[in-house]
T-cell receptor, first 113, second 114 residues
Framework: EDQVTQSPEALRLQEGESSSLNCSYT??????LFWYRQDPGKGPEFLFT???AGEEKEKERLKATLTKKESFLHITAPKPEDSATYLC??????????????FGTGTKLQVIP | EAGVTQSPTHLIKTRGQQATLRCSPI?????VYWYQQALGLGLQFLLW???????NRGNFPPRFSGRQFPNYSSELNVNALELEDSALYLC?????????????FGPGTRLTVL
């Protein structure tokens, strides 16, 4: 059974206080790990896809990294507009050749001015 | 460029009724995906349509069904509604090349079953 666990569930930061969000996963045959941002009342917004251990991607104040067991979303000098729920998901192919995507429950980030 | 649109925004039904949710993908996207986001749970994959065909299905009972029309818009039908079907239903779209690797989500339909 694929598992995706995100921690912490909630994180409160002061503006400018850098931190990291964690996504631990258990999946056989990872075909991609995704990070999304979700604002209240809206659908998730795609941020990154990582495919292999050691890969890193950056976008503005966000940097995603991947190891064989977990991914980190590093937030550098966050601003209040970074407040959102950050979702992690993994993709693999199952035995029938179909795609299987499993999402975590997210980390709710609040950045205080 | 217009994003993924979903209708209605909110839908209130009673147990046993049927619900129909609609989704229009981004222009040029042929794949449509449906997800259920229940309170406190992660997004659960429901269905994937591409070029009018059902390509993949999540672990949901057959009363969850859908279709994709020639213009690539899609419809999700939920029959015999149960209280636990109350959730935010999200639609996403992508090009065949992007696939699951880069999906664009709509704002969702909030379904409440009383």
């Amino acid at each position: 059974e694929d598992q995706v666990t995100q921690s912490p569930e909630a994180l409160r930061l002061q503006e400018g206080e850098s931190s990291s969000l964690n996504c631990s996963y258990t999946v056989s045959g990872l075909r991609g790990l995704f990070w999304y941002r979700q604002d209240p009342g809206k659908g998730p917004e795609f941020l990154f896809t990582l495919y292999s251990a050691g890969e890193e991607k950056e976008k503005e104040r966000l940097k995603a990294t991947l190891t064989k067991k977990e991914s980190f979303l590093h937030i550098t000098a966050p601003k209040p507009e970074d407040s959102a729920t950050y979702l992690c998901a993994v993709r693999r192919k199952n035995s029938g050749g179909y795609q299987k995507v499993t999402f975590g429950t997210g980390t709710k980030l609040q950045v205080i001015p | 460029e217009a994003g993924v649109t979903q209708s209605p925004t909110h839908l209130i039904k009673t147990r046993g009724q049927q619900a129909t949710l609609r989704c229009s993908p981004i222009s040029g996207h042929t794949s449509v995906y449906w997800y259920q986001q229940a309170l406190g749970l992660g997004l659960q994959f429901l269905l994937w349509y591409d070029e009018g065909e059902e390509r993949n299905r999540g672990n949901f009972p057959p009363r969850f069904s859908g279709r994709q029309f020639p213009n690539y818009s899609s419809e999700l039908n939920v029959n015999a509604l149960e209280l636990e079907d109350s959730a935010l239903y999200l639609c996403a779209s992508s090009t065949p090349r992007q696939g699951f690797n880069e999906q664009f989500f709509g704002p969702g339909t909030r379904l409440t079953v009383l």
